[in-house]
Protein backbone atom coordinates (compact mmCIF):
# COMPACT_ATOMS: atom_id res chain seq x y z
CA UNK A 1 0.00 0.00 0.00
CA UNK A 2 0.89 3.78 -0.40
CA UNK A 3 3.14 5.49 2.25
CA UNK A 4 0.41 8.07 4.59
CA UNK A 5 1.86 11.63 4.39
CA UNK A 6 -0.29 12.06 7.57
CA UNK A 7 0.47 15.46 9.80
CA UNK A 8 3.93 14.88 11.95
CA UNK A 9 2.48 13.79 15.10
CA UNK A 10 4.58 16.38 17.61
CA UNK A 11 3.38 17.71 21.17
CA UNK A 12 3.81 21.60 21.22
CA UNK A 13 3.75 23.71 24.25
CA UNK A 14 0.88 25.04 25.96
CA UNK A 15 1.94 28.20 25.33
CA UNK A 16 2.28 28.35 21.58
CA UNK A 17 -0.97 26.35 20.32
CA UNK A 18 -1.97 27.26 17.31
CA UNK A 19 -5.92 27.37 18.34
CA UNK A 20 -7.65 29.39 16.01
CA UNK A 21 -11.15 30.08 17.06
CA UNK A 22 -13.92 30.73 14.56
CA UNK A 23 -16.51 32.69 15.99
CA UNK A 24 -20.26 31.07 15.82
CA UNK A 25 -21.45 34.42 14.18
CA UNK A 26 -18.94 34.85 11.46
CA UNK A 27 -16.00 33.48 9.91
CA UNK A 28 -13.74 35.83 11.21
CA UNK A 29 -10.59 34.37 12.89
CA UNK A 30 -9.92 34.48 16.77
CA UNK A 31 -6.57 33.81 18.21
CA UNK A 32 -5.77 32.86 21.88
CA UNK A 33 -2.76 35.50 23.90
CA UNK A 34 -0.45 33.19 25.20
CA UNK A 35 -0.60 35.06 28.18
CA UNK A 36 -3.86 35.11 29.43
CA UNK A 37 -5.66 32.43 27.23
CA UNK A 38 -8.45 35.11 26.54
CA UNK A 39 -9.85 34.76 23.47
CA UNK A 40 -9.25 38.22 21.30
CA UNK A 41 -10.06 38.81 17.48
CA UNK A 42 -7.74 40.13 14.85
CA UNK A 43 -8.32 43.81 16.14
CA UNK A 44 -7.17 43.13 19.51
CA UNK A 45 -10.58 43.64 21.09
CA UNK A 46 -12.18 41.44 24.18
CA UNK A 47 -14.34 39.01 22.49
CA UNK A 48 -15.25 36.04 25.03
CA UNK A 49 -14.36 36.24 28.94
CA UNK A 50 -14.26 32.21 29.07
CA UNK A 51 -10.26 31.44 29.88
CA UNK A 52 -9.26 28.39 27.87
CA UNK A 53 -6.69 25.67 29.98
CA UNK A 54 -4.41 24.52 27.63
CA UNK A 55 -3.01 21.92 29.64
CA UNK A 56 -5.12 19.19 28.41
CA UNK A 57 -3.66 19.24 24.98
CA UNK A 58 -0.31 18.99 26.13
CA UNK A 59 -1.26 15.87 28.11
CA UNK A 60 -3.48 14.79 25.09
CA UNK A 61 -0.62 14.92 22.97
CA UNK A 62 1.73 13.33 25.81
CA UNK A 63 -0.56 10.26 26.40
CA UNK A 64 -0.40 9.60 22.21
CA UNK A 65 2.98 9.45 22.62
CA UNK A 66 3.03 7.35 25.40
CA UNK A 67 0.93 5.11 23.01
CA UNK A 68 3.64 5.34 20.10
CA UNK A 69 1.19 7.76 18.44
CA UNK A 70 -1.36 4.83 17.67
CA UNK A 71 -2.83 5.24 13.85
CA UNK A 72 -5.26 2.49 13.90
CA UNK A 73 -8.53 3.01 15.70
CA UNK A 74 -11.26 0.11 16.14
CA UNK A 75 -14.68 1.71 16.14
CA UNK A 76 -17.23 1.73 18.71
CA UNK A 77 -20.06 -0.76 17.76
CA UNK A 78 -23.18 -1.30 19.46
CA UNK A 79 -23.72 -5.29 20.19
CA UNK A 80 -20.30 -5.80 18.06
CA UNK A 81 -17.26 -4.00 20.10
CA UNK A 82 -17.26 -6.81 22.17
CA UNK A 83 -13.60 -7.99 23.85
CA UNK A 84 -13.08 -10.83 21.32
CA UNK A 85 -13.63 -8.66 18.73
CA UNK A 86 -11.30 -6.10 19.89
CA UNK A 87 -8.48 -8.68 20.36
CA UNK A 88 -8.99 -9.99 16.85
CA UNK A 89 -8.84 -6.49 15.30
CA UNK A 90 -5.81 -5.89 17.55
CA UNK A 91 -4.14 -9.06 16.19
CA UNK A 92 -4.15 -7.83 12.48
CA UNK A 93 -2.59 -4.19 13.41
CA UNK A 94 -5.30 -2.09 15.22
CA UNK A 95 -3.12 -0.18 18.07
CA UNK A 96 -6.60 1.18 19.98
CA UNK A 97 -10.07 -0.37 20.40
CA UNK A 98 -12.99 1.46 21.66
CA UNK A 99 -16.07 -0.14 23.96
CA UNK A 100 -19.20 -0.09 22.46
CA UNK A 101 -21.27 2.71 23.86
CA UNK A 102 -21.91 2.28 27.26
CA UNK A 103 -25.12 3.66 28.86
CA UNK A 104 -23.50 5.33 32.58
CA UNK A 105 -25.97 4.39 35.23
CA UNK A 106 -25.75 0.66 33.80
CA UNK A 107 -21.67 0.68 33.68
CA UNK A 108 -21.86 1.84 37.14
CA UNK A 109 -24.50 0.29 38.76
CA UNK A 110 -23.92 -3.18 37.12
CA UNK A 111 -21.22 -5.67 37.22
CA UNK A 112 -22.88 -8.02 34.96
CA UNK A 113 -22.75 -4.34 32.13
CA UNK A 114 -19.22 -4.28 33.03
CA UNK A 115 -18.29 -7.65 32.41
CA UNK A 116 -20.01 -7.15 29.00
CA UNK A 117 -17.87 -4.29 27.77
CA UNK A 118 -14.47 -5.99 29.81
CA UNK A 119 -14.94 -9.59 29.57
CA UNK A 120 -14.91 -11.64 32.71
CA UNK A 121 -11.07 -10.87 32.75
CA UNK A 122 -9.73 -8.42 30.85
CA UNK A 123 -6.72 -9.42 28.34
CA UNK A 124 -3.34 -7.66 28.45
CA UNK A 125 -3.74 -7.60 24.50
CA UNK A 126 -6.93 -4.97 24.76
CA UNK A 127 -4.86 -2.13 25.39
CA UNK A 128 -5.15 0.58 24.94
CA UNK A 129 -8.80 0.92 25.57
CA UNK A 130 -10.98 3.58 25.38
CA UNK A 131 -14.57 3.42 27.29
CA UNK A 132 -17.06 5.29 25.47
CA UNK A 133 -19.80 6.74 27.59
CA UNK A 134 -23.30 8.25 25.97
CA UNK A 135 -25.58 10.25 27.27
CA UNK A 136 -26.84 13.86 27.73
CA UNK A 137 -27.34 14.37 31.85
CA UNK A 138 -24.40 15.54 33.29
CA UNK A 139 -24.81 13.95 36.85
CA UNK A 140 -25.10 10.62 35.31
CA UNK A 141 -21.94 10.88 32.85
CA UNK A 142 -20.28 12.55 36.02
CA UNK A 143 -21.04 9.42 38.12
CA UNK A 144 -19.75 6.69 36.01
CA UNK A 145 -16.50 9.20 35.32
CA UNK A 146 -15.87 8.83 38.77
CA UNK A 147 -16.08 5.66 39.15
CA UNK A 148 -13.75 5.17 36.66
CA UNK A 149 -11.75 7.46 38.67
CA UNK A 150 -11.94 5.29 41.78
CA UNK A 151 -11.55 2.31 39.94
CA UNK A 152 -8.47 2.49 38.77
CA UNK A 153 -7.04 4.36 41.60
CA UNK A 154 -7.97 1.53 43.79
CA UNK A 155 -6.18 -0.73 41.04
CA UNK A 156 -3.15 0.98 41.06
CA UNK A 157 -2.21 0.66 44.33
CA UNK A 158 0.44 -2.07 44.81
CA UNK A 159 2.18 -2.79 47.70
CA UNK A 160 4.34 0.07 47.67
CA UNK A 161 2.01 2.51 48.07
CA UNK A 162 2.82 3.63 44.25
CA UNK A 163 1.14 3.11 40.94
CA UNK A 164 0.58 1.04 38.12
CA UNK A 165 -0.22 2.37 35.05
CA UNK A 166 -0.38 -1.17 33.36
CA UNK A 167 -3.84 -1.97 35.53
CA UNK A 168 -5.52 0.68 34.53
CA UNK A 169 -9.23 -0.85 33.19
CA UNK A 170 -9.45 1.88 30.51
CA UNK A 171 -7.09 4.50 29.50
CA UNK A 172 -9.51 7.04 28.35
CA UNK A 173 -12.95 8.06 28.43
CA UNK A 174 -14.79 8.87 25.22
CA UNK A 175 -17.56 11.26 25.07
CA UNK A 176 -20.36 9.70 22.18
CA UNK A 177 -21.73 12.61 19.92
CA UNK A 178 -21.90 11.02 17.02
CA UNK A 179 -24.57 8.67 17.52
CA UNK A 180 -27.59 9.39 14.61
CA UNK A 181 -30.21 6.79 15.55
CA UNK A 182 -33.78 7.58 17.50
CA UNK A 183 -32.60 6.78 20.67
CA UNK A 184 -30.36 9.35 20.87
CA UNK A 185 -32.93 11.92 19.79
CA UNK A 186 -34.92 11.16 22.37
CA UNK A 187 -32.45 11.18 24.62
CA UNK A 188 -30.91 14.45 23.34
CA UNK A 189 -27.28 12.49 23.20
CA UNK A 190 -24.91 11.43 20.56
CA UNK A 191 -25.05 13.46 17.22
CA UNK A 192 -27.91 15.61 18.76
CA UNK A 193 -25.44 17.19 21.23
CA UNK A 194 -23.99 18.65 18.90
CA UNK A 195 -27.40 20.91 18.13
CA UNK A 196 -26.59 22.79 21.98
CA UNK A 197 -23.25 23.61 21.75
CA UNK A 198 -23.24 25.38 25.01
CA UNK A 199 -24.65 22.56 26.82
CA UNK A 200 -22.12 20.52 25.19
CA UNK A 201 -19.39 22.26 26.16
CA UNK A 202 -20.22 22.67 30.01
CA UNK A 203 -20.80 18.64 29.92
CA UNK A 204 -17.19 18.05 28.53
CA UNK A 205 -15.74 20.89 31.44
CA UNK A 206 -17.08 18.85 34.19
CA UNK A 207 -16.17 15.53 32.70
CA UNK A 208 -12.38 17.10 32.02
CA UNK A 209 -12.19 18.31 35.34
CA UNK A 210 -13.26 15.49 37.09
CA UNK A 211 -10.57 12.65 34.76
CA UNK A 212 -6.99 12.82 36.34
CA UNK A 213 -4.50 14.97 34.09
CA UNK A 214 -2.99 12.32 32.43
CA UNK A 215 -6.38 10.34 31.59
CA UNK A 216 -7.64 12.22 28.01
CA UNK A 217 -11.23 13.03 27.12
CA UNK A 218 -11.98 11.96 23.82
CA UNK A 219 -14.81 13.55 21.62
CA UNK A 220 -16.22 11.53 18.66
CA UNK A 221 -18.44 13.99 16.60
CA UNK A 222 -20.12 14.16 13.21
CA UNK A 223 -19.73 16.80 10.31
CA UNK A 224 -22.59 19.57 9.30
CA UNK A 225 -23.43 20.39 5.96
CA UNK A 226 -20.92 23.64 6.80
CA UNK A 227 -18.22 23.16 6.77
CA UNK A 228 -17.36 26.42 8.90
CA UNK A 229 -20.47 25.36 11.51
CA UNK A 230 -18.42 22.09 11.95
CA UNK A 231 -14.62 24.05 12.00
CA UNK A 232 -16.45 25.79 14.86
CA UNK A 233 -17.78 23.14 16.99
CA UNK A 234 -14.34 21.10 16.55
CA UNK A 235 -12.62 24.03 18.07
CA UNK A 236 -15.38 24.65 21.03
CA UNK A 237 -15.15 21.07 21.80
CA UNK A 238 -11.19 21.59 22.16
CA UNK A 239 -11.35 24.46 23.76
CA UNK A 240 -13.86 23.19 26.36
CA UNK A 241 -11.58 19.96 27.57
CA UNK A 242 -11.54 17.61 24.55
CA UNK A 243 -7.61 16.65 24.14
CA UNK A 244 -8.30 14.02 21.10
CA UNK A 245 -11.19 14.18 18.17
CA UNK A 246 -12.51 11.75 16.22
CA UNK A 247 -14.57 13.14 13.14
CA UNK A 248 -16.81 11.06 11.77
CA UNK A 249 -17.29 12.81 7.73
CA UNK A 250 -21.34 12.37 7.85
CA UNK A 251 -23.83 14.23 9.11
CA UNK A 252 -26.40 13.34 11.61
CA UNK A 253 -29.27 13.70 8.85
CA UNK A 254 -27.20 10.50 6.78
CA UNK A 255 -27.01 7.95 9.46
CA UNK A 256 -24.22 5.34 10.09
CA UNK A 257 -24.38 1.60 10.76
CA UNK A 258 -23.86 -0.83 8.01
CA UNK A 259 -26.89 0.26 6.13
CA UNK A 260 -25.61 3.69 5.49
CA UNK A 261 -22.03 1.56 4.43
CA UNK A 262 -23.89 -0.56 1.80
CA UNK A 263 -25.63 2.24 0.53
CA UNK A 264 -22.01 4.11 -0.25
CA UNK A 265 -23.26 7.37 1.20
CA UNK A 266 -19.72 8.79 0.90
CA UNK A 267 -18.04 10.72 3.98
CA UNK A 268 -16.30 13.61 3.50
CA UNK A 269 -12.64 13.49 3.96
CA UNK A 270 -12.50 17.79 3.10
CA UNK A 271 -14.80 18.15 6.04
CA UNK A 272 -12.33 16.19 8.44
CA UNK A 273 -9.27 18.13 6.95
CA UNK A 274 -10.45 21.30 7.77
CA UNK A 275 -11.40 20.16 11.43
CA UNK A 276 -7.53 18.44 11.50
CA UNK A 277 -5.97 21.70 10.52
CA UNK A 278 -8.07 24.26 12.77
CA UNK A 279 -7.26 22.44 15.83
CA UNK A 280 -4.26 21.57 17.74
CA UNK A 281 -5.04 17.81 18.98
CA UNK A 282 -5.03 14.79 17.33
CA UNK A 283 -7.78 13.95 15.19
CA UNK A 284 -8.60 10.67 14.05
CA UNK A 285 -10.88 10.47 11.02
CA UNK A 286 -13.88 7.83 9.99
CA UNK A 287 -15.80 7.36 7.52
CA UNK A 288 -15.27 5.52 3.67
CA UNK A 289 -12.83 3.16 5.15
CA UNK A 290 -14.63 -0.31 4.23
CA UNK A 291 -11.67 -1.78 2.60
CA UNK A 292 -7.27 -1.73 2.90
CA UNK A 293 -6.96 0.68 0.35
CA UNK A 294 -8.85 3.38 1.96
CA UNK A 295 -6.76 3.39 5.01
CA UNK A 296 -3.78 5.35 3.29
CA UNK A 297 -5.62 7.32 1.64
CA UNK A 298 -7.83 8.51 4.15
CA UNK A 299 -4.67 9.65 6.04
CA UNK A 300 -3.22 11.20 2.93
CA UNK A 301 -6.29 13.23 2.29
CA UNK A 302 -7.07 14.51 5.42
CA UNK A 303 -3.74 14.68 7.08
CA UNK A 304 -4.90 12.70 10.12
CA UNK A 305 -3.13 10.98 13.06
CA UNK A 306 -5.21 8.10 12.96
CA UNK A 307 -8.01 6.46 11.08
CA UNK A 308 -11.01 4.40 12.53
CA UNK A 309 -12.89 1.81 10.94
CA UNK A 310 -16.16 0.28 12.13
CA UNK A 311 -17.99 -1.45 9.40
CA UNK A 312 -14.49 -2.19 7.43
CA UNK A 313 -13.29 -3.90 10.31
CA UNK A 314 -16.63 -6.20 10.67
CA UNK A 315 -16.13 -7.06 6.90
CA UNK A 316 -12.15 -7.68 7.41
CA UNK A 317 -10.71 -7.77 10.60
CA UNK A 318 -7.25 -8.34 8.89
CA UNK A 319 -7.84 -4.83 7.25
CA UNK A 320 -5.24 -2.86 9.16
CA UNK A 321 -2.36 -5.60 8.95
CA UNK A 322 -2.77 -4.84 4.54
Known amino acids: SSTSTSTPMTSPSPSSLPLVVISPDSTQSLQSSPETNAIYNDDDNFVDNTHIDFDHIAAAWEWFRSHNSPKYWVAPLVGLSDPSFRVLCR ?15 GFVHSEYYRSQLLGKQQEDRDRPLVLQ ?10 EAVKFIVSQNHSNNENENGGTDNSTLSFDAVE ?3 GCPQQCARKGGYGAFLLEDLDKLCGIIQQLRRALPPSMPLLVKMRVFDSMDRTVTVAQRIVA ?6 TVHGRTRHQGGGKKTAAEYKLAS ?11 PVPVIANGNVLDWRAVPQILEATECDGVMSGCGLLRDPTLFAK
Open 269 to 279: WPHIRAVKRAV
Open 91 to 105: RYGATVAHTEMADPG
Open 133 to 142: LGGSRVDKLL
Open 175 to 177: LNC
Open 240 to 245: AGAGIL
